[in-house]
């Protein structure tokens, strides 16, 4: 049964932690179902699957596992056919891969690559290529990015665990590295970009590492959290500044110069995603407690007002659009994880 022959707009879910990390489930068999991470500032914290039961239009909770330390990040494996074992990645003091079965989650790999230090540097965020899901970028706050190469064997009737090494690992900053993205460009597998500390925004090149190329810098030198590629035009990017009411359009044709700025939020702005289906469209989440969807077609011309905004009950952490369900956006706040059709 379809959701929409049903009214209903928005689906909630109470977990019974703070909600940071989230991430939609790609698989075409698993449609309304979502990662989440918890943000609790000790040691023990918790990851949860949760999916709608479309029957009663309720989530429920198919099965939580023990992290350590909160999830920076949560992804599930890129797999739009459903031909790759189920597998979610998280980081946080490493970057870990788990196999999600009905019932339990269970750790496949543990990626560790500072393998002669009693000391770990934390990741503050990873990728997951879209074309090669055998390839993940993960960022760090040592200044390096890492990219590791995955092997998952499969071969069907063939129970083989996941492993992973270290391709390449390169100095990307002169500071910490805060998040890292795959771009779709020259054919999506090689060409990624990070941001950081420095307030600079870098484009890398697996086949090219030894130069790479400044697209941005921020005038205050404020450090930069968060990097999004246009999922359909791969020339356009998204960046913010750490505790900034508004975000930052790049065009990689015109480094240095923004080519739109979006900042009707009233709170720093805290998620940012690009539709999937869409080229012109992208959400901004902020601790206004808003959600804002964007039109940017007239850029360069200045984007004045968002044309969907919708209110939570609290300042928003986190927002994810469905890749497979381009209708639904995903939002955590406190501890409510809500998705809204758009």
Not at 92 to 112: K, M, P, Q
């Amino acid at each position: 049964m379809s959701l929409h022959g049903k009214r209903k707009e928005i689906y909630k879910y109470e977990a019974p932690w703070t909600v940071y990390a989230m991430n939609w489930s790609v698989r075409p068999d698993k449609r309304f179902r979502l990662a989440l991470g918890s943000f609790v500032e000790e040691y023990n914290n918790k990851v949860q699957i949760v999916g709608l039961e479309e029957e009663n239009s309720e989530f429920v909770c198919r099965n939580t596992f023990d992290h350590p330390y909160p999830t920076t990040k949560v992804m599930w494996i890129p797999d739009s056919k459903g031909v790759y074992p189920d597998l979610l990645a998280t980081s946080g003091d490493y970057l870990r891969i788990w196999r999600v079965g009905e019932t339990e989650t269970r750790l496949e790999c543990l990626l560790n690559n500072n393998k002669n230090s009693d000391f770990c540097a934390p990741l503050t965020s990873f990728d997951w290529n879209e074309v090669d899901p055998n390839l993940l970028g993960t960022s760090s706050i040592d200044t390096t990015c890492t990219i590791w190469g995955l092997e998952t064997g499969q071969v069907l009737g063939r129970v083989n665990l996941v492993s992973g090494h270290v391709k390449t690992q390169l100095i990307a900053h002169d500071k910490e590295v805060y998040d890292i993205s795959f771009s779709r460009a020259g054919g999506g597998r090689d060409m990624f970009a990070s941001v950081g500390a420095d307030g600079s925004v870098r484009m890398f090149d697996l086949r090219h590492l030894e130069h790479s190329t400044i697209i941005y810098e921020d005038p205050q030198h404020h450090p930069l959290l968060r990097l999004c590629w246009n999922k359909q035009d791969p020339n356009y990017l998204v960046t913010m500044a750490m505790d900034s009411m508004e975000v930052v359009i790049l065009d990689v044709r015109v480094p240095c110069t923004p080519v739109a700025r979006l900042n009707n939020h009233r709170a720093c702005v805290n998620g940012i995603a690009w539709a999937p289906h869409s080229s012109c469209h992208i959400c901004t989440a902020a601790e206004d407690h808003q959600a804002l969807i964007w039109d940017i077609q007239q850029m360069p011309r200045a984007i004045e007002d968002p044309i969907l905004a919708y209110t939570a009950e609290g300042e928003i952490n986190n927002v994810q659009w469905a890749t497979t369900q381009p209708d639904w956006i995903a939002i955590c706040y406190n501890n409510c994880l809500e998705i809204l059709r758009v």
